[in-house]
């Protein structure tokens, strides 16, 4: 949710909330804000226009959630236990060896 908000982001309506709170932050509000130089921060044009966002923010919460995230982990590992075992199978010397 971080890119979504930080891009849909105005000087009226600052969303960096969720932006990394460190002077290397890729978030340039973020950094103004650890230099101290947030009152000269100018927001450029909203990237995402409001008309967009209420499309695509649907999306992105969806795409955010905890049990996503966690089953796509759980397929990932499952997929490297996979491609580990078929290699092993192909090659069971070096498994020995290892
Ligand atoms: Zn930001």
Redesign the pocket.
Known sequence: M?TL??YC?TDEL???D??PEVAE?W????KAETTNTLAAFKHPPRLIDEHVEKHIRPVYEDLSKDELITSMAYLAVKSLQRLADEEQSKFPVAAHIA
């Open positions: 971080a908000d930080h982001s600052p969303r960096h969720n932006c932050s978030c340039e509000w973020r």
